[in-house]
């Protein structure tokens, strides 16, 4: 049983998927936090083109 237990402990398969999966969270933020950061600049840009082209 500790033989069993000292092998999860070593077992490092999985650490490379956490990775992957905090670098995809960190994009993902950085994502939102840029489109929350542009939102009002983009609308009112699009507002103009769209009151241009009318």
Do not use: C, H
Not at 2 to 24: H, P
Not at 25 to 44: K, V
């Amino acid at each position: 049983m500790k033989d069993m237990f000292k092998g999860i402990i070593r077992e490092e398969d999985g650490q490379g998927m956490v990775e992957y999966g905090l670098i995809i969270a960190g994009i993902a933020l950085a994502a939102i936090a840029a489109i929350w950061l542009l939102g009002p600049t983009l609308s009112t840009m699009f507002t103009n083109i769209n009151t241009k082209l009318t």
